[in-house]
């Protein structure tokens, strides 16, 4: 069973920066998908950002040219890059592979 591990969420000022991380075990990492997902309060979960296991990305389009997915493979982690942070990236951050099965979550909170 995978098990998904999310860390690196924070407050941050408008205009800020945060990377996030997740480390996957349990499964081989390398021949997954992974993808960052959040939700704010009140509203569905939406997909942010994926990255495929031959390294191709897709992103949502609220977060075009501000976030960047990366992928270290020998680490078994996935990265989220957040540049230019607005307050409506206020979320919890979720990290998933294409297996079921969601982390726990790091809260990024954006406020001056």
């Known amino acids: 069973q995978v098990q998904l591990v999310e860390s690196g969420g924070g407050l941050v000022q408008p205009g800020g920066s945060l990377r996030l991380s997740c480390t996957a075990s349990?499964?081989?990492?390398?021949?997954?998908?992974m993808g960052w997902y959040r939700q704010a309060p009140g509203k569905q979960r939406e997909v942010v950002a994926t990255?495929?296991?031959?390294?191709?990305?897709n992103y949502g389009d609220s977060v075009k040219g501000r976030f960047t997915i990366s992928r270290d493979n020998a680490k078994n982690t996935v990265y989220l890059q957040m540049n230019s942070l607005k307050f409506e990236d206020t979320a919890v951050y979720y990290c998933?592979?294409?297996?079921?099965?969601w982390g726990q979550g790091t809260q990024v909170t954006v406020s001056s």
């Open positions: 998933k592979s294409d297996l079921p099965g």
């Open positions: 349990g499964i081989m990492f390398r021949i997954y998908g």
């Open positions: 990255i495929r296991s031959d390294g191709s990305t």
